[in-house]
């Protein structure tokens, strides 16, 4: 299968190479596209080196399969361009996730919307790793209302965020910031830029994204989402309401058995996942499971996954061998 990689040289499109490689996916012929800027450098992958193509030569080679991780704007402008030559599209950017007439996948959760579309949308890390522990537990005991606080890592923001991070931890004052203000040593409790509501634009997608993907419009959804001086995931503090009564025991079970999942929560020997835990894996780790009292049916869960794995690249690699195998049976 002839594989493009839009955006192969950022932190996503060098993890989708990364995660193609490490899922043995059958890639005949990759295809790195990029900017202008990193056209002619190379990247290795599975042992070889190919070199950064532009976007023109990128579709004109016909792909049968689109990674996108380059950015709204250029997702708007290109990914119709690969459709029209046949190619299949994940993309990772916001540009489509709330069309109504493009699916937003994730595999443990709904890949039947997929239907024979060939633009679908992967959703927002912190919503990705959020649902795929939301979604045994919406269909079992149907979630009423849920309060949501993220702890995102530098990662989510982009190379230049992680520069900025280990730049001020090294004392240098000529380092470039991306945030409004120190990161080191700090916590801000904005990502992405606020809207008219006073929410964030990360917070809302939170709100609108995890209804669509959970198919209910009337889960009620509160979000703040605030950046860490952490690399390698982010974590979620999640309070969920359920409509029918649950035993906490059975949700660790049911969460347990859940496709993608790893529970991890014995508060006795002080376990729970952290974001260094889930560096560089694909699963989604819960812990801190226990019901709040101060409401009928309330549940707390800690969250965490690798926003640059399960958040990004992981899950449209998993889109695109699900639809690969889904091929394959026909």
Not at 54 to 74: C, H, V, W, Y
Not at 129 to 136: E, S
Request: aromatic share 6%.
């Amino acid at each position: 299968m002839k594989v493009a990689v839009v955006g192969a040289t950022g932190l996503v499109g060098t993890e989708m190479l990364r995660t193609l490689e490490e899922m043995n996916f059958p890639v005949t012929e990759l295809i790195p596209v990029a900017s202008a800027a990193s056209v002619g450098k190379e990247v290795t992958f599975s042992g070889k080196k190919y070199k950064v193509v532009d976007m023109a030569t990128g579709i004109s080679k016909r792909p049968e399969l689109a990674l996108f991780s380059a950015g709204g704007n250029t997702s708007k402008e290109f990914a119709p361009q690969f459709v029209a030559v046949g190619t299949t599209v994940v993309d990772n950017s916001s540009a489509w996730r709330m069309e109504p007439h493009i699916p937003l996948v994730v595999p443990e959760v709904n890949m039947d919307a997929i239907q024979g579309r060939k633009l679908i949308a992967n959703p927002n890390c912190s919503t990705i790793q959020m649902v795929v522990a939301l979604a045994p537990i919406h269909a079992k005991y149907k979630i009423k209302r849920l309060v949501i606080s993220t702890y995102q890592s530098v990662t989510g923001t982009g190379k230049a965020a992680v520069d900025q991070l280990f730049g001020e931890r090294a004392g240098n004052k000529e380092v470039k910031s991306v945030y409004p203000t120190t990161i080191d040593l700090n916590c801000i409790p904005q990502c992405d830029v606020f809207l008219e509501n006073d929410y964030t634009k990360e917070e809302m997608k939170l709100v609108n994204e995890t209804r669509k993907i959970l198919n209910d419009d009337s889960i009620k959804i509160t979000a703040t989402a605030v950046r860490v001086p952490v690399i390698g995931g982010h974590s979620e503090c999640v309070n969920i309401e359920t409509e029918k009564p649950f035993d906490v025991a059975e949700i660790r079970e049911l969460l347990a058995n859940s496709p993608g999942i790893i529970v991890m929560d014995d508060p006795g020997k002080l376990v729970y996942p952290t974001p260094k835990i889930s560096h560089g894996k694909n699963e989604v780790f819960v812990g801190r499971i226990r019901r709040d009292d101060s409401v009928e049916n309330g549940l707390n869960m800690w969250i965490v996954a690798d926003n640059l794995r399960k958040g990004a690249a992981t899950n449209a690699v998993q889109i695109a061998m699900e639809l690969f195998q889904e091929e394959m049976a026909h």
